[in-house]
């Protein structure tokens, strides 16, 4: 889960900004 947290991540990055 920690690859598919990786990419999702990058697109969710303001999120967890």
């Excluded at 598919?4 to 967890?16: A, I, M, P």
Aim: net charge positive; charged share 25%.
């Amino acid at each position: 889960m920690v690859v598919v947290q990786n990419v999702q991540n990058k697109r969710t990055r303001r999120l967890y900004n």
